[in-house]
């Protein structure tokens, strides 16, 4: 029987890295800094992890927190645990304490990566572990199937963790990987993290079709450049900050980097400024740039190329995926140019795209909302407006206020808080806390305190703090309003929502 390769027919992940490796075994798979590692090399390295693994009692079906960084180490974890066919449940290692031991009470997770034992009340890998070199290398046989290839974590709009776990099993094809333009034998550049979901799937189905899968650390500007110069990367995704602080660089060293090698760049995440996106389809070309819209649950995708772009200007695209739709409050169907929440759901006959631990779907009538809220114009492409009613997207990462609220209200000084997110020209949108106290509180020491309780990119840039009540006696704040007063009393222009 032939090794297995992606194709139109499902193939376990586990198994399509040992074919990979049986292929071409020298052929450099993953990159990291200063760490190359070739097929034969990552096989080896997953396949002991998953002998690990299994002794520590993981099975088929059981989640894997997996709280890495980028890595190689991150990449073999992976496919060590759908060898098992477990379910990855990736985590940012940068996570306190508390908020991590709230997601692995929530997942009931077989084991945890990137943490002491002394720190969970189940089995635990620390971040850099190397089984023993006794352990074997050898295939594992049989390869189980995972019933889901992915399960992310979100905040949540409650303030409370949730998972969206991945309607698609652990047999994977190269669907995806046509859709989005990649090819076998390409280079491929992360420069996300891939515990988001954007960089997950996409640095996943690259390392699916064997492409060299190149992993930034963390995000730099000056990094990412010289990735894809030295690597002749030919394809990446971005999200707009990313793209807004590589612009700069190049703005200010014209000519310095060669980008030639890219023949595919998407964005998603966040919306991109006119101007940046402009900028982007003349520094590659309309052609190369694309976009994409849709939510880690997956029921719909939108999809616009530069080309499309410049003829819908500040669109996101027209449904490559399942089905949207625009209603008013009544849930009728909005026409062009009306503004509504966006409702999806996934093409008729195909099954689920996802299921929430720890959450209800908002639906309606067969249709679901994340809370977008767009309008589409005659030809049917979407244009989003207010991105989610309360939702902040700060650098492309999604910070619901509900969360940090809930820890910034912890403090035994602090009666009331309302974040909100306000314009920022590097991020998009960064947070602001209006605190409600007690007793006097200097920013400093509310940072110091949130610093326990809430991942750095999640605590407030900026706070200011008032004596009197931010919610009426139903509880409620009307947030917009208060983002608008918070950008006037700092100098700014409140959004115009006529």
Same mark, same amino acid.
């Given at each position: 029987?032939?090794?297995?390769?992606?194709?139109?027919?499902?193939?376990?992940?586990?198994?399509?890295?040992?074919?990979?490796?049986?292929?071409?075994?020298?052929?450099?798979? #993953?990159?990291?800094?200063?760490?190359?590692?070739?097929?034969?090399?990552?096989?080896?390295?997953?396949?002991?992890?998953?002998?690990?693994?299994?002794?520590?009692?993981?099975?088929?079906?059981?989640?894997?927190? #997996?709280?890495?960084?980028?890595?190689?180490?991150?990449?073999?974890?992976?496919?060590?645990?759908?060898?098992?066919?477990?379910?990855?449940?990736?985590?940012?290692?940068?996570?306190?304490?508390?908020?991590?031991?709230?997601?692995?009470?929530?997942?009931?997770?077989?084991?945890?990566?990137?943490?002491?034992?002394?720190?969970?009340?189940?089995?635990?890998?620390?971040?850099?572990?190397?089984?023993?070199?006794?352990?074997?290398?050898?295939? #594992?046989?049989?390869?189980?199937?995972?019933?889901?290839?992915?399960?992310?974590?979100?905040?949540?709009?409650?303030?409370?963790?949730?998972?969206?776990?991945?309607?698609?099993?652990?047999?994977?094809?190269? %669907?995806?990987?046509?859709?989005?333009?990649?090819?076998?034998?390409?280079?491929?550049?992360?420069?996300?993290?891939?515990?988001?979901?954007?960089?997950?799937?996409?640095?996943?189905?690259?390392?699916?079709?064997?492409?060299?899968?190149?992993?930034?650390?963390?995000?730099?500007?000056?990094?990412?450049?010289?990735?894809?110069?030295?690597?002749?990367?030919?394809?990446?995704?971005?999200?707009?900050?990313?793209? %807004?602080?590589?612009?700069?660089?190049?703005?200010?060293?014209?000519?310095?980097?060669?980008?030639?090698?890219?023949?595919?760049?998407?964005?998603?995440?966040?919306?991109?400024?006119?101007?940046?996106?402009?900028?982007?389809?003349?520094?590659?070309?309309?052609?190369?740039?694309?976009?994409?819209?849709?939510?880690?649950?997956?029921?719909?995708?939108?999809?616009?190329?530069?080309?499309?772009?410049?003829?819908?200007?500040?669109?996101?695209?027209?449904?490559?995926?399942?089905?949207?739709?625009?209603?008013?409050?009544?849930?009728?169907?909005?026409?062009?140019?009306?503004?509504?929440?966006?409702?999806?759901?996934?093409?008729?006959?195909?099954?689920?795209?996802?299921?929430?631990?720890?959450?209800?779907?908002?639906?309606?009538?067969?249709?679901?909302?994340?809370?977008?809220?767009?309008?589409?114009?005659?030809?049917?492409?979407?244009?989003?407006?207010?991105?989610?009613?309360?939702?902040? #997207?700060?650098?492309?990462?999604?910070?619901?206020?509900?969360?940090?609220?809930?820890?910034?209200?912890?403090?035994?000084?602090?009666?009331?808080?309302?974040?909100?997110?306000?314009?920022?020209?590097?991020?998009?949108?960064?947070?602001?806390?209006?605190?409600?106290?007690?007793?006097?509180?200097?920013?400093?020491?509310?940072?110091?305190?949130?610093?326990?309780?809430?991942?750095?990119?999640?605590?407030?840039?900026?706070?200011?703090?008032?004596?009197?009540?931010?919610?009426?006696?139903?509880?409620?704040?009307?947030?917009?309003?208060?983002?608008?007063?918070?950008?006037?009393?700092?100098?700014?222009?409140?959004?115009?929502?006529?």
């Amino acid at each position: 029987m032939s090794a297995p390769t992606l194709g139109a027919a499902p193939v376990p992940a586990g198994a399509l890295l040992t074919a990979l490796a049986a292929a071409e075994p020298d052929r450099p798979m #993953i990159t990291c800094g200063d760490l190359t590692v070739t097929r034969a090399q990552l096989e080896a390295q997953a396949n002991r992890l998953a002998r690990v693994y299994r002794d520590l009692g993981v099975t088929q079906g059981r989640f894997v927190t #997996i709280a890495l960084g980028n890595s190689v180490e991150f990449v073999a974890a992976l496919f060590a645990v759908w060898k098992l066919g477990a379910v990855p449940q990736p985590v940012s290692p940068a996570l306190p304490a508390a908020e991590r031991a709230e997601i692995i009470a929530l997942a009931d997770p077989a084991l945890v990566l990137g943490a002491s034992a002394d720190d969970v009340d189940r089995p635990a890998l620390p971040s850099g572990y190397e089984p023993d070199p006794t352990v074997s290398a050898a295939p #594992i046989d049989p390869v189980a199937v995972s019933p889901s290839w992915k399960a992310m974590t979100s905040g949540g709009s409650t303030g409370r963790p949730k998972l969206i776990v991945a309607g698609a099993s652990g047999a994977v094809t190269s %669907q995806l990987a046509e859709r989005v333009g990649m090819r076998p034998g390409g280079v491929q550049l992360v420069p996300g993290p891939m515990h988001h979901n954007a960089p997950f799937i996409m640095g996943a189905t690259g390392a699916f079709l064997g492409n060299h899968v190149v992993l930034l650390p963390r995000f730099d500007a000056v990094a990412a450049l010289e990735a894809i110069e030295r690597h002749r990367v030919d394809w990446v995704q971005f999200v707009p900050t990313m793209m %807004q602080r590589i612009w700069r660089v190049l703005d200010e060293q014209p000519g310095r980097y060669d980008l030639s090698s890219l023949r595919v760049v998407w964005h998603t995440a966040a919306p991109c400024p006119a101007w940046l996106k402009e900028a982007w389809i003349e520094l590659v070309g309309p052609e190369r740039l694309m976009e994409m819209y849709g939510g880690t649950e997956g029921q719909a995708v939108t999809v616009i190329s530069g080309t499309e772009w410049l003829a819908h200007r500040g669109s996101v695209g027209r449904p490559a995926l399942g089905e949207m739709r625009v209603l008013g409050p009544d849930g009728a169907e909005l026409g062009p140019g009306e503004i509504g929440e966006i409702f999806m759901r996934r093409d008729p006959g195909t099954p689920p795209t996802y299921r929430y631990v720890g959450a209800d779907a908002r639906e309606r009538d067969g249709w679901e909302s994340i809370g977008d809220f767009g309008s589409t114009d005659a030809d049917g492409y979407l244009y989003l407006h207010d991105r989610r009613v309360d939702l902040i #997207i700060s650098g492309g990462a999604n910070i619901y206020p509900a969360e940090v609220e809930a820890a910034v209200t912890a403090h035994p000084d602090v009666t009331g808080c309302v974040v909100v997110g306000l314009p920022d020209g590097d991020l998009g949108q960064r947070v602001h806390a209006v605190v409600q106290t007690s007793a006097a509180l200097s920013d400093e020491e509310l940072r110091t305190f949130l610093a326990e309780r809430l991942v750095r990119y999640k605590i407030p840039r900026s706070f200011r703090c008032v004596s009197t009540p931010l919610r009426d006696d139903a509880g409620k704040v009307r947030r917009a309003d208060l983002r608008d007063r918070e950008i006037a009393l700092l100098g700014g222009d409140p959004p115009d929502r006529s």
